[in-house]
């Protein structure tokens, strides 16, 4: 990996800290992008004082020009982005019979609308150079829904759906798209879901935990390898065995 530059969206907290931070790690120069200007900044100070090359850039995906923005700034900072991690997310949770259209819109703006615009900016350079990497952070609730979670499932399932179509694509062109599906974890975003709904899941996992965000960073990494040279449209699960294919 070394000498490559990934872009991590939402990477801030929780997993897009992980992922910002093993991707350093391995020697990337990595652009770390969050809505709030301060957690991207301190996680790009984390990994300078670990020794890694970081930037930090806000942003709101989900915004035309808050994207090309982002991209902007990753280009600016490390030439190009060879690796893009569409992380970016947010949680709300509600009976479906509750949910307000804006509660519906913004889900699918940051999650939907958001992988697709910073797919879209990152994508003419990989295609003209014949190399790059798009790893979309999914949901296992994609697959299997979640119960006052419709909204978050619909948008997850989207994201599997793109990464799928988006494969078929650009595979051939030298553009790996793949996409992580994690079951619950360790972060701020899960913890804003109830007690009860958390302890009802935890419960209900074969493997009896929550994974932790660096689980899912370790995922991430193996897709962004040439050890995954094989692996295209392919939606991987480090789930507690919420998930079984």
Known sequence: MAGRSALVTGAGSGIGRAVAVKLAAEGYAVTVNDLSAARAEAVADEIRAAGGTAAAVAGDVSAEADAAAIHAAAVGAHGTVSLLVNNAGIAHQAPFENLEVADFDRMFAVHVRGTFLMTRAVLPAMLAE????????????????????????????????????????????????????????????????????????????????????????????????????????????????????
């Not at 798209?177 to 109830?194: F, Q, R």
């Not at 935990?209 to 991430?220: C, D, I, L, N, S």
């Open 130 to 245: 014949g190399a790059g990497v798009v790893i979309n952070i999914a949901s296992q609730l994609g697959q299997i829904g979640g119960v006052e979670l419709v909204h978050y499932s619909g948008a997850k399932a989207a994201i599997i759906g793109m990464t799928k179509a988006l494969a078929r694509e650009v595979s051939a062109r030298g553009v790996r798209v793949n996409a992580v599906a994690p079951g619950p974890i360790n972060t701020p975003l899960v913890m804003e879901l109830s007690e009860d709904w958390r302890a009802a899941k935890r419960a209900g996992l074969p493997l009896g935990r929550f994974g932790e965000p660096e689980e899912v960073a370790e995922t991430v990494a193996f897709l962004a390898s040439p050890a995954a040279s094989l692996f295209v449209g392919q939606t991987l699960g480090p789930n507690s065995g919420d998930v079984m294919l």
